[in-house]
């Protein structure tokens, strides 16, 4: 069994959207064994769906597709669908009274125009929806599996988790896939590929991805066998030799990422955590709490944007920006100090930098950043250089300084 | 001509990726006239690739791919495409010398396996890569385009913004294609169409498409021509029409974001801007700084996630957190006054919540928010009812404040 996942939407065939659904959806079905084939994604038009549905039920067992099934005009998923079909569109009186229920319990009167959310081509099952008014619709034929998803993301999310997932796992047979992440940072790609090649052996069937982001850069095994413990444990081979050369490197695994395992090793040491940022402008505080029941460990921060804030609330000394300047180790470190005495924490991490697109010199360019860390025993910082754009260098700045609290609690060199 | 986008990658197909390469791509497209047709997506396997090339260069004349090009073994997006066109690779000294300069200018070697980087299908054009080794290829045959870039995002921006569209637009012809995207917030998908429909009548060639996010709904006009005066006169009418139902939801136009608007609204007023922070915990900071040059405006802020830093540090009376909890009206005014006084500065946002998944209660459940706004003249707050995700519930908290303000400034009730 494999699958193809549809996309629909003229805003994500001219760029207007960056289509997330798809990934999800991909990461669910890998999940549960089955491989994603293709992906493909049209807009609205039904010309273009009608070609898209029909080579995919020919190349694919499993087809699921999302958008186009919310109650206005230009969504014409559904009428697509029944042409491909060849199928009629019938009212479900039912399906109609929830969602009148769910608008009454929120006090508002039900838009008209919702009326059309309760029809469905004819023999198809329907998977209810928690948080909208688009169920989501499943025609099986001939031993093909055709499933269309409303496109709203957390719509989308709930009906896949709760509804397309237990239902294709109760049919699914056949080979078995084990995929593993390494999540490494600190190190690029052509570096850790110096490591890891020299004595890289693969078994048939193993494949071995390194996918850079600004977080650092992940090691993707994808093992295939016979049955289960077979994938693993081929898998599982791999993963202890990437382990032995480049483990200094790896924070976690699969969907770790490196807020959650630093969050994790303050609740586990008891500590807390305050940040002080300028460049990332929140970026460090936001990607800390991020992670569910961060209040546990986080205190809080200081935006100090503008060097007054860094001198005012976070008592960084004049002279120390106005000999070094405010993107300077020595500022670092003492907004470091700074966070840490206001807030009264454990642990703080700063940032400061030049993001860009303007304010580099020669003697600082662009990309020029200074994460700092200060404990009861410690205050120090680090210089990166980083590259000229002003996301990326934002991206890396929060990552580069979590990894430098990781690095401190676990006291890696 | 009409465009296929090919994503190559094992990271893609499984979900562990998010592809924004193919909307950045798909944009760009569209901005010149070229629509594109199909997206797909593959992993790293030759049959796939294989496969997903032959079928765009027959039904599209221009196929652009990304991703398969880094140095490592897993990239193999270049043999697919010298099968697919029966070319042999060869050896390009002036690549290889480039790669060198620029690892030398870094004071750091040039690791060996960047030599696969300089080999390249007989007879294609290359595009210089000014952030990485691997150069796009471009290879032109039948009067089908077919171009490869690597799949780190910085570097295949770059390629496309530099030689690709110039490329192309030298080559185009054809049918003339404008979209006009209007964006609006603070009202929902539905209620917006019960504002539009009723008197909509839409011209031949136009389509109109509600897109919602946890931002707004954009509202995307699409008009085709025969020149591009016709489909500019086409969408104009359309947005016109949008304006006069629904102009004061909307904040802005195409790129236009409201952080991006509302900073623009300070500067041209000569104003500052602080925030105080609870449940977004810094989100709404990086919203603001993300825009370039927002440090002639923002001054910073005060991630107040511990009770004891909205009162220690934002001077939130006590009796207010007990009377009527740190999630309340009264604390989000007090918390943007108290930002407002500390960080000297003339407006001031505050956010305070429950962004979820836990801490809800009966009174208080998830996805209650409070935003609040402090200026010379005034001080109050909103409150709002969002979802259960907490994700969503902080991007929206995030946009509801910035809408706050939008409002203030431009005394919109």
Redesign the interface.
């Known amino acids: 069994m494999e699958a193809e996942i549809i996309t629909i939407?003229?805003?994500?065939?001219?760029?207007?959207?960056?289509?997330?659904n798809?990934?999800?959806?991909?990461?669910?079905?890998?999940d549960i064994g089955i491989?994603?084939?293709?992906?493909?994604?049209?807009?609205?038009t039904m010309e273009?769906m009608e070609e898209?549905f029909r080579l995919a039920i020919k190349r694919c067992q499993i087809v699921i597709c999302t958008g186009g099934l919310?109650?206005?005009?230009?969504d014409i998923t559904k009428r697509a669908i029944v042409k491909v079909f060849k199928r009629n569109l019938i009212f479900h009186e039912d399906i109609l009274k929830e969602i009148k229920r769910r608008y009454t319990a929120r006090g508002v009167e039900m838009?008209a125009?919702?009326q059309n959310q309760a029809l469905l081509p004819q023999g198809a099952r329907f998977f209810p929806n928690k948080?909208g008014s688009a169920v989501g619709i499943c025609i099986a034929e001939d031993g093909r599996i055709f499933v269309a998803l409303p496109g709203?993301p957390?719509e989308m999310k709930q009906i896949v988790v709760d509804e397309v997932v237990p239902y294709l796992r109760s049919l699914k047979t056949g080979q078995a896939m084990k995929?593993v992440?390494l999540r490494t940072t600190g190190i690029i790609?052509?570096?850790l590929?110096?490591l890891i090649?020299p004595s890289l052996k693969l078994e048939t069937g193993v494949?071995?991805?390194?996918?850079?982001?600004p977080r650092g850069v992940?090691l993707?095994i994808?093992a295939q066998g016979d049955d289960e413990e077979q994938a693993q444990q081929k898998a599982l081979t791999l993963q202890r030799y990437l382990e032995s050369v480049c483990g200094r490197y790896i924070y976690g695994y699969d969907d770790d990422t490196l807020e959650g395992i630093v969050g994790q090793l303050l609740v586990d040491n008891d500590k807390t955590l305050a940040?002080a940022?300028s460049?990332?402008?929140?970026?460090?505080?936001?990607?800390?709490?991020?992670v569910?029941?961060?209040?546990r460990y986080?205190?809080?921060?200081?935006?100090?944007?503008?060097n007054?804030?860094k001198i005012q609330?976070l008592g960084v000394d004049e002279k120390i920006i106005a000999e070094h300047g405010a993107v300077s180790r020595e500022c670092a470190v003492a907004m470091a100090v700074g966070v840490r005495r206001?807030?009264?924490s454990d642990y703080a991490l700063s940032v400061t930098g030049i993001a860009?697109?303007?304010g580099g010199t020669d003697a600082k360019p662009i990309g020029t950043i200074f994460t700092g860390l200060a404990s009861a025993r410690d205050a120090y910082a680090r210089e990166f250089h980083l590259?000229t754009?002003?996301?990326?260098n934002?991206s890396r700045s929060v990552y580069t300084a979590l990894e430098l609290l990781r690095r401190e609690i676990l006291d890696i060199q």
Chains 1, 2 share one sequence.
Do not use: W
């Not at 491989?35 to 609205?44: H, I, L, Q, R």
């Not at 569910?292 to 209040?295: E, F, N, V």
């Open positions: 939407g003229d805003e994500i065939v001219t760029g207007h959207t960056v289509d997330t798809s990934s999800f959806i991909a990461a669910r079905m890998t491989p994603v084939k293709f992906k493909t994604s049209v807009g609205d273009g898209a919310g109650p206005t005009d230009d838009p125009i919702n948080y709203v957390m995929i992440k790609e052509s570096k590929a110096e090649v494949r071995l991805a390194y996918l850079p982001s992940d993707r994808l940040v940022e460049c990332t402008g929140g970026q460090l505080g936001m990607a800390i709490t991020s569910p029941g961060s209040s986080f205190v809080g921060g200081v935006l100090a944007y503008a007054d804030v609330v206001l807030l009264n860009g697109p303007d590259g754009n002003r996301e990326y934002r």
